[in-house]
Structures are given as C-alpha cells and as structure tokens.
C-alpha cells in the first residue's frame, strides 16, 4: 500500500514557476503516477501523468507545455515542473498512485492511493 506526501506549494506571481514533489512510500516506479488539482467550489481535475513502467507522460489540455510530469525512481519522488503559471491554476493539488497496469488515467476513481494536498495560489 502507497502512502504519499506531497511538497513544494506556495504563492508565485501570475508568471512564475513552482515544482511540486511527491514522496511515495513502496516506490514510485511501482505505480502509475498522476497530478490533479481542485479549486474551491470545483470538482478535482486531471492534470498530469505518468506510465508506470514506460513512464510515458499525458497532460490535461490546459497545462500541455506549461507542465511537466516526472519520476525519479531512485528516490521514489514524482515531480511536477508547473511553469508560466496563471491565476487559473490556484488550487488545492494533489498527488494519485494507481497499482493496476492500465496506463492514461485521466479520472479520480482510476486511482487507488491519494496524498493530502498541497496549496498552490496565482494572484491575479
């Protein structure tokens, strides 16, 4: 069983940068990773992820070439690389495990192990 523990939220102006973390207990590599924000008053959202053994990457519409998903399976860390960001991306962001084999997750119920969140704010 996966217990994850997100890092790296903050306040950044409309612009800025910010890379987030995910420190997965069990392994990263054993699991298909994925990043979903939610933003008050709105239902939690895809926005990245990543193959379990390929490690092939998919993106939300919203953030392709913006963001970038990774994985570093030496210290059981995923990554999330969220650049030119704009108030539309201020929400509570969460990192998801999957232990199944299927690959391009996209949905909430896809996945088994959730971490707590992290708070991302854009300013406008």
């Known amino acids: 069983q996966a217990q994850l523990v997100e890092s790296g939220g903050g306040t950044v102006q409309a612009g800025g940068s910010l890379r987030l973390s995910c420190a997965a207990s069990?392994?990263?590599?054993?699991?298909?990773m994925g990043w979903f924000r939610q933003a008050p008053g709105k239902d939690r959202e895809f926005v990245a992820g990543?193959?379990?053994?390929?490690?092939?990457?998919y993106y939300a519409d919203s953030v392709k070439g913006r963001f970038t998903i990774s994985r570093d399976g030496a210290k059981n860390t995923a990554h999330l690389q969220m650049n030119s960001l704009k108030p539309a991306d201020t929400g509570v962001y969460y990192c998801?495990?999957?232990?199944?084999?299927?690959?391009?997750?996209?949905?909430?119920?896809?996945?088994?192990?959730w971490g707590q969140g992290t708070q991302v704010t854009v300013p406008s």
């Open positions: 998801a495990a999957a232990a199944g084999p299927a690959g391009g997750r996209r949905r909430v119920e896809e996945y088994d192990y």
């Open positions: 069990g392994g990263s590599n054993n699991y298909s």
């Open positions: 990543i193959t379990k053994l390929i490690g092939s990457t």
